[in-house]
């Protein structure tokens, strides 16, 4: 599978972005498909998931109530919708997704997944 992720850019605090994750060589929808970040000096956080089999949603306590992941199959592309963003949400998103992986409520681990796309920056700055 090969990724691509867009959406990223520079927003003020409270201001909103969607970032798209598009998937070749493989259909996201028979894949469990998550976005990770990673700020400068920090662990690869995983923050959202999307589960294959039945459509249900992971999020981390860091982003839950802001954020939103969502699956557009027809367009083999899963997108993270980010609304209220903070200072701290500043970071390198990446798209990940794995054929195998029921995401629930444990914490996402990035060695779950096999497939990473290069990532994208989001900045958030007055």
């Known amino acids: 599978v090969q990724i691509v992720e867009s959406g990223g850019g520079l927003v003020q605090p409270g201001g909103s972005l969607r970032l798209s994750c598009a998937a070749s060589?493989?259909?996201?929808?028979?894949?469990?498909a998550a976005w990770f970040r990673q700020a400068p000096g920090k662990e690869r956080e995983g923050i959202s998931c999307?589960?294959?089999?039945?459509?249900?949603?992971y999020y981390a306590d860091s982003v839950k109530g802001r954020f939103t992941i969502s699956r557009e199959n027809g367009k083999n592309t899963v997108y993270l919708q980010m609304n209220s963003l903070k200072f701290e949400d500043t970071a390198v998103y990446y798209c990940?997704?794995?054929?195998?992986?029921?995401?629930?409520?444990?914490?996402?681990?990035?060695?779950?997944?096999?497939?990473w796309g290069s990532g994208t920056q989001v900045s958030v700055s007055s």
């Open positions: 990940a997704t794995d054929p195998d992986l029921y995401c629930s409520g444990d914490p996402l681990n990035p060695a779950d997944f096999t497939s």
């Open positions: 999307i589960n294959r089999s039945d459509g249900s949603e």
């Open positions: 060589g493989s259909t996201l929808d028979v894949h469990a």
